[in-house]
Nanobody, 115 residues
Framework: QVQLVESGGDLVQPGGSLRLSCTAS????????MAWYRQAPGRQRELVAG???????NYADSVKGRFTISRDNGKTTVYLQMNNLKPEDTAVYYC?????????WGQGTQVTVSS
């Protein structure tokens, strides 16, 4: 059974940093496009950052210059480094793995930015 397990969510003050991790099991990780999504209460799930199997990355405008996505194929893990966090970054963050029409989701990790 494929699993994506996120970790690293926490309560942090505005301006702080967090690093989220998502470790995949039972998939050929290096061929999957990986991404981070988030969903705030009352809002639709939105793409935060994506990283293709070829190593290209893209970001939502709201996080450009503050967030960085990276992957370690040897550890089958994708990371999201989040700096200069803002209250509007508060959400549940989900890891996504996609290859063709096949995709998997993690269970989510809560990030709360508040003073």
């Amino acid at each position: 059974q494929v699993q994506l397990v996120e970790s690293g969510g926490d309560l942090v003050q505005p301006g702080g940093s967090l690093r989220l991790s998502c470790t995949a099991s039972r998939i050929t990780f290096n061929i999957y496009n990986m991404a981070w999504y988030r969903q705030a209460p009352g809002r639709q799930r939105e793409l935060v950052a994506g990283n293709t199997s070829g190593g290209n990355s893209n970001y939502a405008d709201s996080v450009k210059g503050r967030f960085t996505i990276s992957r370690d194929n040897g550890k089958t893990t994708v990371y999201l480094q989040m700096n200069n966090l803002k209250p509007e970054d508060t959400a549940v963050y989900y890891c996504n793995a996609k290859w063709g029409y096949t995709q998997y989701w993690g269970q989510g990790t809560q990030v709360t930015v508040s003073s």
